[in-house]
Every structure is written in structure tokens, then in C-alpha cells.
Nanobody
Framework: QVQLVESGGGLVQPGGSLRLSCAASGNIFRLNSMGWYRQVTGKQRELVADITSSGSVNYADSVKGRFTISRDNAKNEVYLQMNSLKPEDTAVYHC??????????????WGQGIQVTVSS
């Protein structure tokens, strides 16, 4: 059993910044990938950023240069620093964790989701 607890969401003005955190606990396979996905009503859930336990990262094109993902393997935590936020970044953000042998993110573990709203 794995639990993911997210924090750091909220309301921010365009151009502002937020930092999301996700803490994992439970029976965590050491070699894994942790990341952030977001979903807006009427749209497909999309990858925002993902990082493996060895430090390999992936970003959605829409957030490259603005968002930075990082992790602390000792704490089983992953972070997403979001800068230069735009209204189109508004979404529910979900933390995801999957062992390396799990290829589909949907088959991994998910946090409950936190709201990020970018608005004046």
C-alpha cells in the first residue's frame, strides 16, 4: 500500500509562482518514477513533469522553461516549482508514483489531487 499526500496548491495571479509537494509513504519500490499530471474539465489528463529515482526528467512542452521538477529520494518526496504561471495552467494537479516495471501511469499510485488556479 502506498499513500501520496499533496500540498502547495492554491490561487495565484498570472506571472506568479507556486511550489507543489508530494510525500509518498508505504511499500515503495526503490526504483520508481514520480511525477505530476493535471486535468481540466473536458480535456485529457496530461503529463506535466516526471522524474525517476535516478534523476531522469520529462516535461510537457507547455511548461518547459517555467516549471522544474525535483525529488528527495531519502524522503520519498517530489516537488514541482511552477514559475511564470498562466491562466491555462489552471487545473487539478495529481501526484503519481509507479515502480519502474509499471509502464502505464494509470496503473501506478495517485494522490487525491490539488487545485491550482491562476487568475487575477
Amino acid at each position: 500500500q502506498v499513500q501520496l499526500v499533496e500540498s502547495g496548491g492554491g490561487l495565484v495571479q498570472p506571472g506568479g509562482s507556486l511550489r507543489l509537494s508530494c510525500a509518498a509513504s508505504g511499500n515503495i519500490f526503490r526504483l520508481n518514477s514520480m511525477g505530476w499530471y493535471r486535468q481540466v474539465t473536458g480535456k485529457q489528463r496530461e503529463l506535466v513533469a516526471d522524474i525517476t529515482s535516478s534523476g531522469s526528467v520529462n516535461y510537457a512542452d507547455s511548461v518547459k522553461g517555467r516549471f522544474t521538477i525535483s525529488r528527495d529520494n531519502a524522503k520519498n518526496e517530489v516537488y514541482l516549482q511552477m514559475n511564470s504561471l498562466k491562466p491555462e495552467d489552471t487545473a487539478v494537479y495529481h501526484c503519481n508514483l509507479r515502480p519502474v516495471f509499471v509502464k502505464a501511469p494509470v496503473s501506478g499510485y495517485w494522490g487525491q489531487g490539488i487545485q491550482v488556479t491562476v487568475s487575477s
